[in-house]
């Protein structure tokens, strides 16, 4: 069963933009912080971005003002816009949920959507 579902992944160059979506499929969830970590070879994963209800944002240095992550709360989507990407934003990006109001560490996370891969090119 798989319960978060991300998509939106793909191949991009460099300074170009991608959306990616992660479905909520299980009732009740745990997506009071829902949050979008990443992993790239050889490296720990590590969090980008989350949203707390409707509202509450945070955000990696790495990826402020390029990033921003969004929730639809009526159709259970979240999402993060990513521009002006470059090749260390290649990476595998999870969706994540938590029932705490905070889940900008990996040890916060409930629930992990199964990936999508992004990869840009220079």
């Known amino acids: 069963q798989v319960d978060l579902v991300e998509s939106g992944g793909g191949s991009v160059q460099a300074g170009g933009s991608l959306r990616l979506s992660c479905a909520v499929s299980?009732?009740?969830?745990?997506?009071?912080?829902m949050a979008w970590f990443r992993q790239s070879a050889g490296k720990e994963r590590e969090g980008v971005a989350t949203?707390?209800?409707?509202?509450?944002?945070t955000y990696a240095e790495s990826v402020r003002d390029r990033f921003t992550i969004s929730r639809d709360n009526q159709k259970r989507i979240l999402y993060l816009q990513m521009n002006s990407l470059n090749p260390e934003d290649t990476a595998m990006y999870y969706c994540?949920?938590?029932?705490?109001?905070?889940?900008?560490?990996?040890?916060?996370?409930?629930?992990w959507g199964q990936g999508t891969q992004v990869t840009v090119s220079s």
């Open positions: 949203i707390v209800g409707e509202g509450r944002t």
């Open positions: 299980l009732n009740p969830a745990p997506t009071r912080c």
């Open positions: 994540a949920g938590s029932w705490s109001r905070y889940c900008s560490g990996r040890y916060e996370i409930n629930k």
